[in-house]
Nanobody, 113 residues
């Protein structure tokens, strides 16, 4: 059974940083592309960042380029999302996603003074 467990969300002031983690278990197939999505109240779910394995290629939404960094620790089966220079518009529930159908439970990120 594939499980994805996110952590690391919270309340942060504008300009601050957070690091989200997504610990994956129960799957052994390779290659894969892990993704981070976010969903703000009243808005559609948005793709934020993608990382592939084994190549480690990354892609980002234009809205987070230069501020967010996705990375992975293969030994721990964990993917991270380092978020810097956070803005109020980054406030959302953040989800990790492993195709074709596996979602984490989500972690709330709130950027507010």
């Amino acid at each position: 059974q594939v499980q994805l467990v996110e952590s690391g969300g919270g309340l942060v002031q504008p300009g601050g940083s957070l690091r989200l983690s997504c610990a994956a278990s129960g799957f052994t197939f390779r290659p894969y592309a892990m993704r981070w999505y976010r969903q703000a109240p009243g808005k559609e779910r948005e793709l934020v960042a993608t990382i592939t394995s084994p190549g480690g290629s990354t892609n980002y939404a234009d809205s987070v380029k230069g501020r967010f960094t996705i990375s992975r620790d293969k030994a721990k089966n964990t993917v991270y999302l380092q978020m810097n220079s956070l803005k109020p518009e980054d406030t959302a529930v953040y989800y990790c996603y492993l195709p074709p159908r596996y979602w984490g439970q989500g972690t709330q990120v709130t950027v507010s003074s």
